[in-house]
Each structure stands twice: as structure tokens, then as C-alpha cells.
């Protein structure tokens, strides 16, 4: 009798035992989690610099559409001041981000919508943004790290004054 209670405990207690260790193990199994934004953009061939902080999640779907969610629209800077909205949205292949909405870089005064973003030839240190006008060349070591982006509260002034301008027209 004694000797049946002490062979069975090992037993119970081994079972709970190795369960739990097939939970953990099949927790830690688990797809490991998605790279960051800035990690994606290093692994495309575009400088991790080319969105801000500020991007609180993205989704990369199979035809290769790339959105990226920040809380609200805001401002940053590289050579130009260059507007994020809440939402930019792209086609993102191997060193470049075609059909992009969502964001504009100030030219001369005016927001002009930023449609494609091209790294062609690291080496040349350059980066194009296709402005619609013309393609603006950057160096890309302004893109080396990840600005931080101010809400827009600026651009909507000046936002209200172009209404207001047009209005006047
Ligand atoms: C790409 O996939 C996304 C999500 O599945 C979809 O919303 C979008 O319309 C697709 N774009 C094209 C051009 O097929
Ligand atoms: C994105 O670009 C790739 C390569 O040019 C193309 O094959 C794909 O269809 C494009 N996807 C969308 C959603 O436009």
C-alpha cells in the first residue's frame, strides 16, 4: 500500500510537470515577433531614418502594400520640413516605396505630396524623392536615424491661411 502512494505521486506530479513544460516550450515557439518599422526599412535597402519614431505599428501585406499608423498627423525635418499624415501608405519592394500617400515635403512654401522614395545605388549616397515636379536628391545620411515628429499644429495654420487665401481669390 505505502509502496503504491509513493510510485504514484512521481507519476502525477511528472505529468503536470512535463505539461506545463509543453506549454512554455509551445509559447516560446510561437512566431517570433515582427521586426520593427525601422528594421524593415534596413532590410529592404532604405535607410531606417525615412520614418519617424513615432510609428506605432505597421502591416505589410503580400502584394507588398506597406502601411504605416502613427497617433496623429505630424511634422519633422530633414533638409525640407516633410508632413506625415496618421496614415502613410506605400508599395514597398527592394530600395524603394512606390505610390506613397500620406506624405508631402515643403518646397519653396508649398506641401508637395512625396509620390516615390528611390535608393538606386547606395553607394551614391543619394536617395530620390520623386515630388511629382522633379526628383529631389537627398543624401541619405540624413536618414540615418529616425527623426522625432511634432504634432502639425503649425501646418494647420498654415493650412487655414491657403483656405483662407483661396478663398479670397
Ligand atoms: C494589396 O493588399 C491589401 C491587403 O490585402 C489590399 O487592401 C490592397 O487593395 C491590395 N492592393 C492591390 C493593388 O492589389
Ligand atoms: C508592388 O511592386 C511590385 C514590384 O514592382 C509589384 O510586383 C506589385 O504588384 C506591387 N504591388 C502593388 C500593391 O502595387
Known amino acids: 500500500m505505502a509502496h503504491f502512494i509513493t510510485t504514484q505521486k512521481p507519476i502525477k506530479f511528472l505529468h503536470v510537470f512535463l505539461t506545463f513544460v509543453s506549454l512554455i516550450s509551445r509559447s516560446l515557439s510561437s512566431s517570433p515577433p ?6 524593415l526599412l534596413l532590410s529592404r535597402g532604405l535607410p531606417k531614418g525615412l520614418l ?3 510609428v506605432k ?5 503580400d502584394n507588398g502594400t506597406l502601411e504605416v499608423f502613427l497617433d496623429e498627423p505630424c ?3 530633414y533638409e525640407n520640413r516633410v508632413f506625415f499624415d496618421s496614415v ?6 527592394y530600395g524603394s516605396l512606390i505610390g ?5 515635403q515643403e518646397e519653396l512654401f508649398l506641401w508637395l505630396p512625396v509620390k516615390d522614395i528611390i535608393v538606386d545605388d547606395p553607394k551614391s549616397g543619394l536617395i530620390l524623392f520623386d515630388i511629382g515636379l522633379a526628383y529631389k536628391q537627398l543624401s541619405l545620411s540624413l536618414f ?3 527623426p522625432n515628429c511634432k504634432p502639425q499644429g503649425i501646418l494647420k495654420n498654415e493650412v487655414r491661411k491657403q483656405k483662407g487665401f483661396e478663398a479670397l481669390r
Open 144 to 146: 540615418e536615424e529616425p
Open 34 to 39: 515582427p521586426p520593427s518599422i525601422h528594421d
Open 57 to 61: 505599428s505597421y502591416t505589410l501585406s
Open 52 to 54: 519617424p519614431k513615432e
Open 88 to 93: 502613410v501608405r506605400a508599395n514597398l519592394s
Open 75 to 77: 511634422l519633422t525635418k
Open 100 to 104: 506613397v500617400v500620406g506624405l508631402s
